[in-house]
T-cell receptor, first 112, second 114 residues
Framework: DAGVTQSPTHLIKTRGQQVTLRCSPI?????VSWYQQVLGQGPQFIFQ???????GRGNFPDRFSARQFPNYSSELNVNALLLGDSALYLCASSLGSGMEQYFGPGTRLTVT | AQSVSQHNHHVILSEAASLELGCNYS??????LFWYVQYPGQHLQLLLKYFSGDPLVKGIKGFEAEFIKSKFSFNLRKPSVQWSDTAEYFC????????????FGGGTRVLVKP
């Protein structure tokens, strides 16, 4: 069975640009969560979506937004990129809200 | 706001040594507890989890963890490590009724020398 997939694998952007990251959950999973992992730290929760509705939001500015599509895949958008947005962005899927999460390989974003 | 502390940032062991990694959290209500592992070049994988019941939980690859509610702790143990256990280990806490939000500790890098 395919696990959580994320694209692209790596991305380099310039300050002020916008970026869209994509995630496909495990088949049958209806919840997707996004995390940011800065080098040397644990992942930090950004968003959770379940059945296409936002179910949770972490302490991130409004430059960060996300959505979930009818097929349960998800996109994370970050506007007006800052150097501090450089990180590994992780997507995790679960069968439902509050259930065990399975992580994808992540997208490595570098902002120059 | 809840927080998770992992007291050891780096641990270096020889093969066959015993491993114990500390994890403490700050939240007085009901929680679910997890240990995740990230092997070099791989993605986060679930080692074990505690939802309820027996506070001693067993996970994959010979790992176990003990939930001590009075100490707000969920320490990870393995009696005899192998070189292949070299990885970064993360403790995570989920508050019940808080959806899927996991709060992670800062991680512990474990190096097992052959």
């Amino acid at each position: 069975d395919a696990g959580v997939t994320q694209s692209p694998t790596h991305l380099i952007k310039t300050r002020g640009q916008q970026v869209t990251l994509r995630c496909s959950p495990i088949s049958g999973h209806k919840s997707v969560s996004w995390y940011q992992q800065v080098l040397g730290q644990g992942p930090q929760f950004i968003f959770q979506y379940y059945e296409k509705e936002e179910r949770g939001r972490g302490n991130f500015p409004d430059r960060f937004s996300a959505r979930q599509f009818p097929n349960y895949s998800s996109e994370l958008n970050v506007n007006a990129l800052l150097l501090g947005d450089s990180a590994l962005y992780l997507c995790a899927s679960s069968l439902g809200s509050g259930m065990e999460q399975y992580f994808g390989p992540g997208t490595r974003l570098t902002v120059t | 706001a809840q927080s998770v502390s992992q007291h050891n940032h780096h641990v270096i062991l020889s093969e066959a040594a015993s491993l114990e990694l500390g994890c403490n959290y700050s939240y007085g209500g009901t929680v679910n507890l997890f240990w995740y592992v990230q092997y070099p070049g791989q993605h986060l994988q679930l080692l074990l989890k505690y939802f309820s019941g027996d506070p001693l939980v067993k996970g994959i690859k010979g790992f176990e963890a003990e939930f001590i509610k009075s100490k707000f702790s969920f320490n990870l143990r393995k009696p005899s490590v192998q070189w292949s256990d070299t990885a970064e280990y993360f403790c995570a806490v989920k508050i019940m009724a808080a959806g899927n939000k996991l709060t992670f500790g800062g991680g512990t890098r474990v190096l097992v020398k052959p």
